[in-house]
């Protein structure tokens, strides 16, 4: 059995457990979300899949329209500079967040082409500077750390116009 | 279509550690206190209904009243009313690691006094677990003092 570590709060005595929960997971991306994963680490490109019914363009690309509930197939290319629609910013640490280190900014970015936004974060840039309407590009790691993960982008930063 | 290659499926994992502390209160660590520095089990009789209060509890669950201050030891012996056979070893959210043995699982009725409690039987052959089965738990000899069912190994089959 694996030892345990405990903590006895001083002058009372008392047991304090400090737990553990680790909730490893793993899902399948799916069809769709293979490809734009895969396409992400290959060729540093993010792709958005169109619906023809309802001219929608989705990022990332889902296998149904959620209008028309079609199946959807068409992958198209969109671009990596996109448009902020909103953000926020976390200053304090959490297991749970996908890099180290605080602060953390939250964006969704509307790529050049799609319809939809598309949540990731912001890098190089001040909080302060921060304003919903900015142009922001993304920036991918080297091929060596892309391992076909939504984190193949490492962040969005702003498009110095 | 039948010379393109198969699509590569991409599986997305991830481990998110959730860390957290929980204090186990006044009465619980009495308890705890008693297993590791004296390997017995100890808990309080409630003042009001007169029942074992498990595990101890500064309100009666029976009555919902306080349940007072009159600590017993209770027997660490007792029959196995149910049992669970498990064959994969369990998760130890103490740690985040999965223990590095399986048991059987069973709800123990304690000797002399009211008390149901789910623990780990070291009998791991099933066709040798039979409910009404008398155990004994099996004190952990060194490092006692992580709770209850870390200090009890598990209990052991006796023969009476």
Not at chain 1, 59 to 84: A, H, I, M, N, Q
Not at chain 1, 124 to 129: A, L, S
């Amino acid at each position: 059995m694996t030892e345990r570590t405990v903590e006895i709060l001083e002058d009372s005595d008392r047991f304090v457990f400090p737990w553990q929960l680790a909730i490893p997971n793993t899902y399948p991306a799916g069809v769709v979300g293979s490809k734009f994963l895969i396409e992400l680490r290959d060729n540093k490109k993010i792709k958005g899949i169109k619906c023809p019914e309802c001219n929608q363009v989705y990022v990332p690309p889902r296998s149904t329209c959620k209008y028309c509930f079609g199946e959807l197939s068409e992958l198209v290319d969109v671009s990596d500079k996109g448009t902020l629609v909103t953000y926020a910013v976390s200053y304090e640490p959490t297991p749970v967040q996908p890099v180290e280190g605080t602060p953390v900014i939250y964006g969704i970015v509307k790529l050049d082409g799609a319809d939809t936004g598309f949540v990731h974060m912001l890098g190089e840039v001040d909080p302060k500077q921060l304003e919903i309407g900015m142009r922001v590009k993304a920036v991918f790691k080297t091929k060596k750390k892309r391992v076909a993960s939504i984190l193949d982008i490492k962040y969005f930063k702003p498009l110095k116009i | 279509m039948a010379n393109e290659p198969a699509q590569e499926y991409i599986q997305v994992t991830y481990k998110k550690p959730r860390p957290y502390r929980w204090a186990a209160g006044e009465y619980l660590s009495r308890l705890y206190r008693e297993c590791r520095d004296n390997k017995r089990l100890m808990t309080v009789k409630c003042q009001h209904c007169n029942e074992h209060v498990w595990p101890p509890s500064k309100v009666c669950g029976r009555c919902k009243k306080p349940s007072g201050d009159n600590w017993v030891v209770v027997s660490d012996k007792g029959s196995v009313v149910q049992f669970t056979y498990t064959n994969f070893p369990m998760f130890d959210p103490h740690v985040g690691k999965y223990m590095t043995e399986e048991h059987p699982f069973a709800t123990i009725d304690l000797d002399d006094c009211e008390i149901y409690w789910v623990a780990k039987l070291e009998e791991k052959d099933k066709d040798k677990l039979k409910p009404g089965m008398r155990v004994q738990a099996v004190w952990r000899e060194e490092g006692r003092g992580g709770g209850l069912d870390h200090d009890i190994l598990y209990f052991r089959t006796i023969e009476e």
